[in-house]
């Protein structure tokens, strides 16, 4: 059974702020993905990772950087956070191309 | 980018009744279209998908349509319970990557006992 696990459920932070969230699968996947989650727009895709250490800028990169220097984690990094980055941040990871992606639980990001 | 709009945002209906969702898009490099689904307070999992070279799949009370020449594909749920009340939401394929998908806006359905 796949197993995609994000650092934490609720994180506040206030404005400035560097933010770390980190995201984990134990299913070898090469795929590997950062959404936002917003009322109304569905999930956009911020970063996705192919391969360690290889990222791809998705929807709305801008104010986001990642790192994979492990298959296994994927990392979301907002350098200073803002109001308009309070959002739920969902991880998912695939075996592939075209492959089901398979969800972690989400953090709840509150920026004051 | 990819434009994947999902209808309606709200559906409520009578358990028992049928359920449909619609999903269009406007281009795509695959044949990979799926749709998840989300409960309350829980993360997305995958419920059915379905590949190009098929028109229709079913699994149960779950049919997925799809029309490639017209761009649009359908979430058809027959026979709903209460447990089928979530957001469902779809997703297609970027037109210059297989890794990447466009997610629609979303699909909360109520079930009504």
């Known amino acids: 059974d796949v197993k995609v696990t994000q650092s934490s459920r609720y994180l506040v932070k206030r404005t400035g702020e560097k933010v770390f969230l980190e995201c984990v699968q134990d299913?070898?996947?090469?795929?590997m993905f950062w959404y936002r989650q917003d009322p109304g727009l569905g999930l956009r895709l911020i970063y996705f990772?192919?391969?360690?250490?290889?990222?791809e800028k998705g929807d709305i990169p801008e104010g986001y950087s990642v790192s994979r220097e492990k298959k296994e984690r994927f990392s979301l990094i907002l350098e200073s956070a803002s109001t308009n980055q309070t959002s739920m941040y969902l991880c998912?990871?695939?075996?592939?191309?075209?492959?089901?992606?398979?969800f972690g639980p989400g953090t709840r990001l509150l920026v004051l | 980018g990819e434009n994947v709009e999902q209808h309606p945002s709200t559906l409520s209906v009578q358990e028992g009744d049928s359920a449909v969702i619609k999903c269009t898009y406007s281009?795509?490099?695959?044949?990979?279209f799926p749709w998840y689904k989300q409960e309350l307070g829980k993360r997305p999992q995958l419920i059915i998908d379905?590949?190009?070279?098929?028109g229709e799949k079913k699994d149960q009370r779950i049919a997925v349509t799809l029309n490639k020449t017209a761009k649009h594909f359908s979430l058809h749920i027959t026979e709903t319970q209460p447990e089928d009340s979530a957001v469902y939401f779809c997703?297609?394929?970027?037109?210059?990557?297989?890794?990447?998908?466009?997610f629609g806006s979303g699909t909360k359905l109520n079930v009504k006992p």
């Open positions: 998912a990871s695939s075996p592939g191309q075209e492959k089901t992606q398979y």
């Open positions: 299913m070898d996947h090469e795929n």
């Open positions: 990772s192919y391969d360690v250490k290889m990222k």
């Open positions: 281009d795509s490099a695959s044949n990979y």
């Open positions: 379905i590949r190009s070279n098929v």
């Open positions: 997703a297609a394929p970027s037109w210059d990557s297989f890794n990447k998908f466009y």
